[in-house]
Nanobody, 122 residues
Framework: QVQLVESGGGLVQAGGSLRLSCVAS????????MGWFRQAPGKEREFVAT????????FYADSVKGRFTISRDNAKNTVYLQMNSLKPEDTAVYRC???????????????WGQGTQVTVSS
């Protein structure tokens, strides 16, 4: 089992920035690719970004490319999502997830955090 706990969400004006953190416990963090997903009210869960076990490779949804940056610190069992130039359409609950294989699909991921709310006002 891997337990994931997100933090760093909040209310921010459009154009602002937030950094989300996700701390993992349980199994060896560096054995898992990590991802961030988001879900807005009435919408399906949406892929945001993923990072490989070593952190060498990242991949982003087109909607956040150039604005968001995923990173990880394996010594701290933590994955981050730096979000810049935020837009109202970025408003959602953001959840981190751990995957043995990696990918951009919800079903690629085995463990999920509870989420942190991000609200961007116009």
């Amino acid at each position: 089992q891997v337990q994931l706990v997100e933090s760093g969400g909040g209310l921010v004006q459009a154009g602002g920035s937030l950094r989300l953190s996700c701390v993992a416990s349980g199994r060896t963090f560096s054995n898992y690719a990590m991802g961030w997903f988001r879900q807005a009210p009435g919408k399906e869960r949406e892929f945001v970004a993923t990072i490989t076990r070593s952190g060498a490779t990242t991949f982003y949804a087109d909607s956040v490319k150039g604005r968001f940056t995923i990173s990880r610190d394996n010594a701290k069992n933590t994955v981050y999502l730096q979000m810049n130039s935020l837009k109202p359409e970025d408003t959602a609950v953001y959840r981190c997830a751990a995957s043995w294989i990696g990918g951009s699909r919800v079903n690629d991921y085995d463990y999920w955090g509870q989420g942190t709310q991000v609200t961007v006002s116009s």
